[in-house]
Each structure stands twice: as C-alpha cells, then as structure tokens.
C-alpha cells in the first residue's frame, strides 16, 4: 500500500514537470490561469499525501522498535542486540534533537583513575556525589647517633663522655575522610585522623658520665589535627592533554599540643643548668601549629599508562608567648616559635593491569625549612630532606568500593624506614 502511494506521487510530479516544459507562448491567458489553478490543486493533494506518508513512515518504525524491545527484554539481550533507532518524533509530538552525522560525541572531562599512592586524590568527586574513605596508616623509623663530647690524645683514646642515642618509632593512624562534590569539577574534603604513637629511646646521659644505657619508652594516643580541603579541576584535558587540579588544604591543631606534655626535664630542657633526657613522657597527637598548603596536581594520560604529579607549600603560621611544661607543673618559657615551611614535590605513573586493577609506581620528596626561635634558628635545628619511594594497588570490588594499598620506603635518614597504608573510599 505504501509502495502505491509513493508511485502515485511520483507519476503527478512527473505529469506537472511535463505541463510546465509547454512554452507560455502557445497557451493563452485562459490556459495559463487554468493550469495554476490546477496545479495549486495538486500541489495540496501532494502535501497531504506526503504528510500522511510520513505518519504512517514513524507508525511502523515505532511499531518495529517496540518489538525489538520486547524480543531483547524476553531473551535477556535486548540492550546489546538491538540496533540504533532513528531520532522520529511520535504522531503528534515535537521532534527530539538528534546528533548530526559526523557530530564526535562529547568527551569525557574527567581525570583518568589510577592507584593513589599520594595524599591527595586524583580523580574528583562528581557533583552531588558523597565519598567516605576510611584509612589505616602505619609508620616505623628508627635512628642511631653518637655524640663523642671531649677531646682525643690519640685517635684510639677519648677524653669526655661518650652520648648514644638510638630511637625506635612506630606510628598508626586511623582516618575517616569525607568527599563531597560540589560541581563536577570542585569537592570539598574533611579529614578526622586518630593517632597511636610510641616511641623506645635507648640512651645514656651525657652529663651524668654513666656507661649505662637506659631504655625510656613512651607512647599516646588521641584525636590527630582535623584538615579541611577544596580543590578544583582547572581545565578539561582529554587525550594527550594534562588535567591540572588546584588545591587548598587547612590544617588545624586539634591535635594534643607538644607544648602541653610534660618533658622530662627538671626545670630546663636547653642551657647550662639543662637536665633529663628532654624527652615527652606523653608523646604528643598534633603539630600545635595551624598550616595553609596550596598545591597544583597534574595528570598527563598516555596510553597505557598515566604520568601525574604534584607541587606544594605548606606554610606555617607562628605562635606567641610559647612556653613548654617540665616536670613539677613548671613552665619553661619559648617566646615566639614558627616551623619552618615545607616545599614538596612528587611525580609517579599509573598502569591499568584490567578492568578492575591497576598499579602506580612514584616519588615523594618534602624539603622542611629550620624551626626559628625568637627570630633566630632554633638549637639543633637544621633544615631537613625527606625522600619516600612508593609503590600502590588498587582494586575495584564493585561500582561503589575500591580497595587501595600503598607501599613506602625512605630513602634519607629522616624519612620513616617504612610505612603501609590502607585504604577503602566508598561511594554513596
């Protein structure tokens, strides 16, 4: 029926391209007005031809859909058995916008995903989206030093006393962090850490002259410094263009103050008249020290593999009128104290292994700038270099939760020995 309807329209279409290749010449006024009449005629009988084509064109074609619909829903593979169907408007209902021929489907801004092995995270959290990550972090160190204070006769003969000090650290945090997206390119994150500290510290007085060496070990446990961060995707990327992320963190000093522990000191821990090992009898949670850390992270994807990093500066802010609690509830007075800031820097590369596992491979170097005291560099403070090389895994156990580890090594003597951490973000 279709068929016949669609010849019909061609043969009238045919017989008025005839009727107009007859000259106006031979035709009078009467004809000429005649036949725009009829042709006016045929051209409506036309249009309501083709529109009435057209509607029984969608009918079918929606009737076509509907059953291929049926048929994969009734097998259980509908959805990679059907084909793509044409973008017609049901009778009566205004068109839908269709993608144009040759139109590229619209890129994907986010970052790629790989294994963090890093602090912060690469890959934001999407507009509404709330992201909870549980953390497990542990951290051991150890250090050796020999003091020799006197004078030598002969290289095997000393003169004084002799200070040896060996310090065994370990350190476990436990942290909750909480993501949430604010747009697809901005999250805000709130970090709650809970820390657990001990430290054994062999050692021998060096004013005392005693040959014995004494073990003093020490411990705590409570809320670390809670952190607040936002950060935001600068631009889009895509395929051998970088992802850049602008962050800020703050961190506060919930933590429990170095300066409201008791050290064991009689009545000063620096000086002359200085006595005791110097050391907290409570190891102390926090840094006592608010600190603002902008930072830049980018990601550069380059298949198989994605090459991303970050730069950072952490600055701390100075407190007044500072003093530390010695033995006996007497105060030791410090004046104005500022830690010196902390440039870091660290690069790495991520690999896809599968579908769901994928491993990174990376450096994290912190330079720590000298603690000042009153203005002036304070005793024994120098500035410090820490190089952690670092390997991690990660593991998507389904659409929502990800298992990630992380392996670290120091490789300068003030770096922790090692450390471990576990992570599990959950998305909600």
């Known amino acids: 029926m279709l068929s016949k309807k669609i010849a019909a329209g061609m043969l009238i279409l045919a017989s008025e391209a005839a009727l107009a290749q007859v000259p106006a010449a031979q035709r009078s006024n009467a004809e000429l007005s005649a036949e725009l009449t009829e042709l006016k005629k045929a051209l409506a009988e036309q249009r309501a031809l083709l529109e009435d084509l057209r509607r029984q064109v969608v009918e079918e074609r929606l009737a076509s859909s509907r059953g291929t619909g049926a048929a994969g829903a009734g097998t259980g593979e509908g959805t990679a058995q059907s084909q793509p169907q044409p973008n017609v408007p049901p009778p009566g209902g205004a068109p839908q916008p269709a993608l144009a021929v040759g139109q590229p489907p619209k890129r994907d801004i986010k970052p790629p995903e790989v294994a963090p092995i890093f602090e912060s995270p690469g890959v934001l959290t999407a507009r509404g989206k709330l992201v909870l990550e549980p953390a497990f972090q542990f951290g051991y160190s150890s250090s050796n030093r020999v003091a020799l204070v006197g004078y030598t006769i002969i290289p095997a003969l000393l003169i004084g006393l002799i200070d040896v000090r060996e310090v065994k650290r370990n350190t476990s945090t436990a942290t909750l962090s909480g ?97 005791g090992t110097g050391l907290p009898l409570e190891l102390p949670t926090g840094s006592g020290f608010y600190a603002l850390q902008p930072s830049l992270t980018w990601l550069y994807p380059s298949d198989p593999a994605v090459l991303f990093g970050s730069v950072s500066y952490l600055y701390n802010f100075q407190r007044k009128n500072l003093s530390r609690l010695v033995l006996d509830g007497e105060r030791e007075p410090l004046g104005t104290v500022k830690p010196g800031a902390v440039i870091g820097f660290n690069f790495g590369v991520g690999l896809a292994l599968n579908e769901k596992a994928s491993i990174s491979f990376g450096y994290d170097h912190s330079s720590i700038a000298r603690t000042r005291q009153n203005g002036v560099p304070g005793p024994g403070s120098v500035r410090t270099q820490l190089g952690t090389l670092l390997v991690g895994l990660s593991y998507r156990l389904n659409a929502k939760r990800t298992v990630n580890v992380s392996v670290g090594a120091g490789l300068t003597r003030d770096t922790p020995d090692v450390s471990i951490m576990l992570r599990v973000p959950t998305s909600m």
């Open 179 to 275: 993501r949430y997206g604010l747009s697809n390119r901005t999250e805000l994150e709130l970090r709650l850490p809970y820390i657990y500290r001990s430290d054994s510290t062999v050692s021998r007085e060096v004013f005392t002259g005693t040959a014995v060496e004494k073990v003093f070990d020490v411990s705590g446990r409570a809320m670390g410094d809670i952190e607040l961060s936002l950060r935001h995707q600068l631009n889009e990327g895509g395929a051998d263009k970088p992802y850049y992320i602008a962050g800020l963190r703050f961190k506060s000093r919930t933590g429990r103050d170095p300066f409201d522990v008791v050290t064991d000191c009689v009545r000063r821990c620096i000086g002359e008249n200085a006595t």
